[in-house]
């Protein structure tokens, strides 16, 4: 994975757990970066060994860590270096889902050795849609409940989110089924 990666993992655990959270991690991972560089691979078991790492630490779930680092990535993308790749690929939270392969791959023509997931939005209404996500990465399903969760609040549109089909299950991909709080409570009324 690009070292850009790694960097919103640190970032993420010094803001909301402190910075002798992540000098932990570090010591315990045996990782000792002090920073990582965004456009520089690095092998995937390193980040593996340090979300490990950070779950043993932190006392919390791997599905959490990863997902809170979803939730991160929309407002640490949104607003650092890739702002305008960001601000490019949609201005609502639909057009951007629609558009997340598009976002993958400007950010390709950056990184030309980038393992991009792809997404697919089917089954779209004005009450519902359904995400599918595919990649070759074991483990990171979470990161897209996060990033789904970060966009509704970057767009403020409020939704629900359910994980329907679980590729860690043994479905062939993972598909989440995103419903759209708004556009049903005006229909109860």
Known sequence: MYGIINQALKLHICE?????????????????????????????????????TGVEVLNITAEQLIEEIGYFWVFYMGTGGYKEIFTES???????LQ????????VKSILPALQSPKF????????QLRLHYYSCRDGFSPMVLGLVKGLADWFKEPVRIKHILL?????????????????????ET
């Open 167 to 187: 590729k860690e299950r043994g479905d062939d991909h993972d598909v989440f089924e995103i419903k759209f709080i708004n556009v049903e409570s005006n229909r």
């Open 120 to 127: 697919e939005c089917t089954d779209i209404s004005a009450t």
């Open 90 to 96: 949609g201005d609502d939270f639909l057009s951007f």
């Open 99 to 106: 558009n997340l392969n598009y976002l993958h791959g400007r």
């Open 16 to 52: 909301k757990y402190g910075a002798a959270s992540w000098k932990k991690i570090q010591e315990q991972s045996g990782i000792d970066l002090s920073n990582f560089t965004s456009m520089q691979r690095y092998p995937d078991s390193m980040t593996y060994q340090l979300i490990q």
